[in-house]
């Protein structure tokens, strides 16, 4: 498994398939540790994760593993994570239809040599690659999906999202995420 992600992640590290790679600091294949039970799927490097070569750095990616650490879950030692796009688009834009379709398939590389479980979908942009005919997170949200080698796929908001949402109430973006890590390990725990 192992061998396989590393001939993977020195492709894409290398990677010159569409114009993304020419402003790139770093190409950001993944974090985490590699296992067959829980993957999350963000979706392309912003400013620090070009920087640091890992996704979800940051303050997006420190309430990312506060929520996990709430259910007993970290990125040491039980989540694998990537992105959908690996190498940052200009701006933090919105990555391209041509982009996405470049870097697919090492995102599809990701998720066929270890045939997560549980795929979890974090954000817009992960859902429309991962999911296209669901129409946006908010409706998608907490629900369950099949996935690609039997996995289930759950899409939840982007932690940069709930930065710019604060409310803890009721029926909030943060209380909804709350809900939904808890349902994520209630069915890990069944695994
Ligand atoms: S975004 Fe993906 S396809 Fe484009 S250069 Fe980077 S690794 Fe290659």
Known sequence: MFEELETV???CLGCQKCNLCQNRTNVVFSDGIPNNKLML?????????????????????????KIFEC????REKDVYI?????????ENRNPLP???LACREYLDKQIEILK??????????????????????TRARGK?????F?????????PSYLLRNDSREKGSPKWLTWQDIKEIRRVYDTL
């Open 116 to 137: 997560p479980k549980i795929i979890i979908i974090c954000g817009n942009i992960a859902l429309n690659s991962l999911l296209p005919e669901e129409r946006g997170i």
């Open 9 to 11: 992640k020195k492709k």
């Open 150 to 158: 039997g996995s289930k796929m759950i899409p939840i908001f982007h």
């Open 71 to 74: 259910v007993g879950l970290s």
């Open 41 to 65: 799927v963000g979706e392309a490097p912003g400013y620090w994760e070009d920087i640091k070569g890992k996704p979800f750095v940051g303050k997006a990616g420190q309430l990312l593993d």
């Open 98 to 100: 041509e982009e996405k």
């Open 144 to 148: 369950w999906f099949d996935g690609p």
């Open 82 to 90: 990537c992105n959908t796009i690996k190498c940052r688009p200009p």
